[in-house]
């Protein structure tokens, strides 16, 4: 289950700024500056540690229209998140060199994978027309705005602190293995046979080839087991049909309560990119490219588990719940073709808010950016510490990784000044 962002007793809503900045901010040695812009790290060429690494003295940064440098005493701490720590690297002069030097950027460090590798969720959301039945409740009267339902929810909020507003709209959630039964016969077989096929047939990326073998082999891995999950399940008291570009399709009209289900590819094989456009800190400098569901292999699963959906809308308990051959988006494929369930993976499926992995955490030689103390190679006193670095994307919700990664950092800092 995902973690609820909700203080358990006080029922009021949390985040990083709340939780962790809020408790830390009175600390004599913690200046925070806001609408401060990070342009770039700043190094002096001349200046080297014992290694012979190159070291950061400072960062470059714009507010209110002036810019200024902060010097730093011991590092420099990079936490700006899966699109703008790269930018931020290569601004700096860390990344591909043929692209620094097309920008007018001088280099720094030579390293091609920055801003590559770029990982998300691709997820299919489907809904189901509910029965009217007496005290079954959906939050569809939220989702049509209905001004009775929302009084209601802010008066059971305000006087009990009680109601849809102290949680989040997820009922339950479920981690699944591929339905191998859907795969054939002889189950493993026919996924070796579909993995091969979709592995020989994706487009070689910029991901170094050891790294994408060795992660074809943790995919397969969790593919072929009953146990580990490839997607997650995620369901919804309501209608929450997302498509297209990620927004919400309209409630269709004349129906009254509905219940939505997603499937979240928990391991995706597709890479995308980001990269900056210009030497120009403005944020429009950036391509993102996220090529989701690029890799056949992602779709294969996905389409599966979507034909599982279906199955398990058709089957008790839930099949009782839900309207007799009634209302489901969405509603023109037929899902017990594998052919139909694959377009309407490549037609429907969207791209969660989850990316991750652009300056992985990995060795130089495997295609990584930092090292296990969070280290941009060969520069040692200037970290990376965000969702960017994680190598492999989490199997659910990034938000208590990233907290993790962000506790684990802290630690790794303090132990090594
Ligand atoms: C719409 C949306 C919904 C989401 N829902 C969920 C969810 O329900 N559950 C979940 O687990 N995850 C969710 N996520 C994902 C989650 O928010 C991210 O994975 C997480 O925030 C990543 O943390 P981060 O620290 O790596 O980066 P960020 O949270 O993006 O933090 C980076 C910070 O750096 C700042 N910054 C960037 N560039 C500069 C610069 N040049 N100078 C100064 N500051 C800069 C940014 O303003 C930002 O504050 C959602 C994401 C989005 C966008």
């Known amino acids: 289950m995902t973690p609820e962002s909700v203080q358990p007793i006080s029922k009021q809503r949390i985040f990083v700024g709340s939780a962790y900045l809020g408790t830390a901010r009175s600390r004599t040695n913690l200046t925070i500056w806001i609408q401060a812009l990070v342009d770039k790290v700043v190094f002096d060429a001349m200046i080297r540690d014992k290694d012979g690494d190159i070291v950061a003295i400072g960062v470059q940064y714009t507010k209110n229209g002036e810019t200024s440098i902060v010097h730093a005493r011991k590092e420099v701490i990079v936490s700006a998140g899966t699109f703008h720590s790269p930018k931020i690297l290569e601004l700096s002069g860390i990344g591909d060199a043929d692209l620094l030097r097309s920008l007018g950027i001088d280099v720094v460090i030579d390293n091609p994978h920055v801003g590559e590798n770029l990982q998300t969720h691709p997820y299919c959301t489907m809904a189901f027309e509910v029965r009217d039945q007496e005290g079954f409740q959906t939050m569809d009267g939220l989702i049509r705005q209905d001004p009775s339902t929302i009084k209601a929810a802010m008066e059971s909020y305000q006087k009990q602190q009680e109601g849809p507003f102290t949680k989040s709209g997820l009922n339950a959630t479920a981690h699944l293995p591929l339905p191998s039964y859907l795969m054939s016969t ?24 050891a790294f994408a073998k060795a992660y074809e082999k943790f995919v397969h891995s969790v593919m072929s087991s009953p146990t580990e999950a490839s997607v997650l399940y995620y369901s919804f008291p309501g209608f929450a049909m997302i498509e297209g570009e990620g927004g919400m399709a309209d409630i269709p009209p004349g129906s009254k309560n509905w219940f939505t289900a997603a499937t979240l590819l928990a391991h995706a094989l597709s890479r995308g990119s980001t990269h900056i456009t210009s030497a120009s800190s403005s944020s429009l400098g950036l391509t993102v490219d996220p090529k989701c569901l690029s890799h056949p292999f992602d779709v294969e699963v996905l389409a599966r588990h979507v034909q599982q959906l279906e199955t398990i809308s058709k089957t008790e308990p839930l099949a009782s719940h839900l309207v007799r051959d009634g209302r489901h988006l969405p509603s023109s494929n037929n899902l017990s073709n594998l052919d139909e369930a694959r377009d309407l993976v490549r037609q429907k499926a969207v791209a969660a808010h989850h990316y991750s992995d652009t300056c992985s955490m990995m060795p130089r030689e495997l295609g990584g950016v930092v090292d296990e103390q969070l280290r941009v190679h060969w520069c040692k006193n ?27 950092g802290a630690r790794i800092i303090k132990s090594s000044s």
């Open 186 to 209: 002889d189950g493993k077989t026919e996924l070796d046979k579909v993995f091969k096929q979709s592995c020989e047939g994706a487009e070689p990326g910029k991901t170094t080839a």
């Open 382 to 408: 200037l970290r990376v510490c965000d969702f960017s670095i994680a190598p492999l994307m989490t199997r659910c919700n990034p938000q208590a990784t990233v907290y993790g990664i962000a506790e684990h």
